[in-house]
Structures are given as structure tokens and as C-alpha cells.
């Protein structure tokens, strides 16, 4: 995905969010944003390509290993969304946006729909697969530490 459908669904007249351009940085950083829009939910946001590949997860991130959470893989998002919190006034998105969590990722893998990766965050912290199903959805699950008995995804 590219920017083009996230600037397609805003009026950046009305909207305090970043317009933004592709842009490297050459950091691997993530945000979860909390969301409070129609429904509450949790974006989470991988700093990547230039962009941040977004994903929105219903009930949020998980924190303790072997727990499988959906993630519904939205449009790309600008690099400066990475810092974004506020109120989306009326239209697509429209709601409060805080950051709930944030820090840097190692990417382990990359492949046709997976990825897996080590969080180093404030909340979260660990190793992280987003697996593709059959569905266009995806899984986001916390792997067991070496060890222990769970997710070896």
C-alpha cells in the first residue's frame, strides 16, 4: 500500500493529522496507538518502507505469550503519524487517538505474509509474528520465551 488511499480518505483541512510523504529514517521504530473512534480499537504501526504498515487490532496488542489477536491490515500511514495523538473531527477515523505504547523493533523475518519480530517498547516487549490467514485479516500473537511451551509460529 502506498499513501495515496490514506490521503484519499482525509480532508487535511479538518483533520490534525500529518499529511506526510514516504520518507526513510533508517529506524525501525513501532507505535500502538489507542483509538476511540465508532469502536474502540488499537492501531498498530510498524515503521517500514518508508512508511508505517498499519494494522488495527480490536482488542489491542497482546502482552502474555499464546494469545492470538485479529489484525485488520489498514492503509500505510505517514512516518509522522508515529507521534500523533489527538481528536479527528468529524469523518473517516473521527474519535481520540492516544499513544499507548512505543519503541523500536528487530526484524527477524520477512516473507509473503509473515512477519516476525522483537519488540522493545514500554508495554510491550518480546518476540511478535503477524501471520496472513486465508481471510485478507491477520493474527498478531506474542511468542513463549525459549523454554516454554506455545507459539512457535
Known sequence: MALEEYKKKRDFAKTPEPAGEVRETGQHRFVVQKHQASHLHYDFRLEMDGVLK????????PEEANVRRLAVQVEDHPVDYIDFAGTIAEGYGAGTVEIWDHG???????AEGRLAFTLHGERLHGEYVLVHTRSRDWLLMKRAHPGQSGIRG
Open 54 to 61: 498499519s494494522w488495527a487490532v480490536p482488542k489491542g496488542p
Open 104 to 110: 523500536t523493533y528487530d526484524l527477524q523475518e520477512r
